[in-house]
């Protein structure tokens, strides 16, 4: 294999190197595009395990859970070093780049940026404001306060956009402000049967339907999303980013990507909190690929992807490209960013 700059040049069994021309040894190696983690939670790396019998809300909910606690009581020194520890085991699997859900603010940003300094990694970091609606504020569409709208504005300018937790959190009037900053925007939605109940029974709608408010560049989770609300997502232009092992450390359901491949979504992969998961996206699309299977009982992408793929490409390749694209370049091309890669 020759690189040409930052590219693959050539590739071929008869290739010499040229004179003067730099050769590495790459046996036993995998050379690929860098892995892209969609999506992270990596400030709560410090909590790694804790609460295994605990259920979802109890352990990661953005007011409740104690996550926020272990996060609010730590030493900031303590949680910047963690997470610089979780950035040197990614770039140790592959993973040169990471979407990050960051909490906390301005601070919270700024931490994140301090850790990561001087590691070869790429994080994209999607801040938040530390404001959550109550179900009454929901149900009067109350809007989101001037004091909070500043403090996102200002906090924009210092990070890649806004991850915003959850449609069950915030009024329309807030999603719809949300949709009109400039930057990425992503949102959880129906990550659980239960928050898609709640959603139905304040709004009457989806969680998806309302998530979309906020015009998502992607929706994280998707694991109860309907044929319906993923064709929603299409229209919308929203990808979507599934967390298959995270899901089932909690035991809240597998997201069904052959149907959502088979409705034509925009799927990447992430990993979730790292209190709950390791952030390693070769076992991501390991667990992915075979529990899919084990779900339907039958090879799954082949049947999809034989219909444009050449008939002399292997199965094997056939399903792992699928796999391999949710890992690189789907989300960098849904973000419009191939640095990322
Ligand atoms: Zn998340």
Not at 57 to 83: C, R, T, W, Y
Not at 107 to 119: C, H
Not at 189 to 196: K, L, R, V, W
Not at 308 to 331: A, C, D, G, R
Request: charged share 25%.
């Amino acid at each position: 294999m020759r690189i040409s700059g930052k590219h693959i040049g050539q590739i071929g069994t008869k290739l010499l190197p040229q004179k003067n021309e730099v050769t590495l040894d790459g046996e036993g190696l995998l050379m690929m595009p860098g892995l892209v983690n969609s999506h992270t939670h990596i400030g709560d790396s410090i909590a790694k395990d804790i609460g295994i019998d605990s259920g979802v809300e109890e352990k990661i909910h953005p007011v409740s859970g104690f996550k926020q606690k272990i996060l609010k009581n730590s030493d900031k020194h303590h949680l910047a070093s963690f997470v610089k520890n979780s950035c040197i085991s990614m770039i140790r699997k592959g993973i040169t780049s990471f979407i990050d859900f960051r909490e906390g603010g301005s601070e919270g940003i700024n931490l994140l940026k301090n850790a990561t300094l001087g590691i070869p990694i790429r994080p994209v970091i999607l801040g938040r404001i530390e404001y959550y609606q109550d179900l009454r504020s929901i149900k009067n569409n109350t809007p989101i306060p001037q004091f909070h709208k500043s403090s996102l504005q200002n906090f924009l300018l210092n990070c890649d956009g806004l991850g915003i937790s959850g449609p069950n959190e915030f009024s329309d009037s807030a999603l719809q402000y949300f949709a009109k900053t400039r930057k990425i925007r992503a949102i959880h939605s129906a990550e659980t049967e239960e928050s898609n109940k709640i959603s139905k029974k304040i709004s009457g709608k989806t969680e998806t339907q309302r998530a979309l408010l906020a015009k998502p560049n992607f929706l994280v989770h998707m694991t109860y999303a309907s044929k319906k609300d993923l064709v929603l997502a299409i229209k919308n232009r929203a990808s979507i980013v599934v967390c298959p092992r995270a899901n089932g450390s909690l035991a809240e359901g597998i997201p069904d990507v052959d149907v959502m491949l088979d409705a034509g979504c925009n799927i990447a992969i992430g990993t979730d909190n790292v209190m709950i998961n390791s952030p390693d996206m070769f076992r991501e699309m390991d667990y992915l690929w075979k529990v899919s299977m084990a779900m339907k009982k039958k090879r799954l992408v082949q049947k999809i992807y034989s219909r444009w793929l050449p008939q002399m490409l292997q199965n094997f390749w056939v399903e792992k490209l699928e796999l391999f694209k949710m890992v690189t370049w789907q989300i960098a091309y849904s973000l419009k960013n191939m640095q990322l890669i």
